[in-house]
């Protein structure tokens, strides 16, 4: 079966970077886009890009165009997304989904990371 | 960017009953591509509704969707406990995908 399975949380202080892992499982790695969307807590999801695998084309949303950096390892079948220049506002759950053959909508979702940005 | 906006914020409801969501585009959807996901506390969001009434794998009967353009909705009949969370909709029809702020079903 599908899974997307995410790095562990973590603590970082303003301006630093943070890379979060999404390994996936169960499926052929490169045949799905792998999205990143984060919550704030208590807030909505926010949708932040893609990227293909296949070939390692990358689209950003605007709010994060300058700051996100989304890669893949396709040997170790494991999609990253790196945030820099953190702030506190970036304190979040990040969470990598995949849609399937069915609908573009993000069916499968992995568990989330925990990025807290503190002094 | 389609900014979606949900109504109503909150939904007290009892056991039973039938619950009706609205979110609001602020631009037609490209192809009605709209979204519904439930959230619990501490999990991942989990697909519902896509394309605006078609059922993702696995989604009951009881979970529906409607709408188009710019009006969407998502009912939720005969209420039961594990129902109660918060509901986001969500556009992908065009770049970026966009949101709404959730509205939260809640044990009256």
């Known amino acids: 079966q599908v899974q997307l399975v995410q790095s562990g949380a973590e603590v970082k202080k303003p301006g630093a970077s943070v890379k979060v892992s999404c390994k996936a499982s169960?499926?052929?790695?490169?045949?799905?886009?792998i999205h990143w969307v984060r919550q704030a807590p208590g807030q909505r999801l926010e949708y932040m890009g893609w990227?293909?695998?296949?070939?390692?084309?990358?689209k950003y949303s605007p709010n994060f165009q300058d700051r996100v950096t989304f890669t893949r390892d396709t040997s170790a079948t494991t999609a990253f997304m790196e945030l820099s220049s953190l702030r506190s506002e970036d304190t979040a759950v990040y969470y990598c989904a995949r849609t399937t053959e069915l609908t573009t909508a993000l069916f499968h979702w992995g568990q989330g990371s925990l990025v807290t940005v503190s002094s | 960017e389609i900014v979606l906006t949900q109504s109503p914020g909150t939904l007290p409801l009892s056991l039973g009953e039938t619950a009706t969501l609205s979110c609001r585009a602020s631009?037609?959807?490209?192809?009605?591509?709209v979204a519904w996901y439930q959230q619990k506390p501490g999990q991942a969001p989990r697909l519902l509704i896509h394309?605006?009434?078609r059922r993702a794998t696995g989604i009951t009967d009881k979970f529906s969707g409607s709408g188009s353009g710019t009006d969407f909705t998502l009912t939720i009949s005969r209420l039961e406990p594990e129902d109660f969370g918060v509901y986001y909709c969500q556009q992908y029809g065009s770049s970026p995908w966009t949101f709404g702020q959730g509205t939260k079903v809640e044990i009256e």
């Open positions: 990227i293909t695998p296949g070939n390692g084309n990358t």
């Open positions: 394309a605006a009434s």
């Open positions: 631009q037609t959807v490209t192809s009605n591509y």
């Open positions: 169960g499926y052929i790695f490169t045949t799905y886009a």
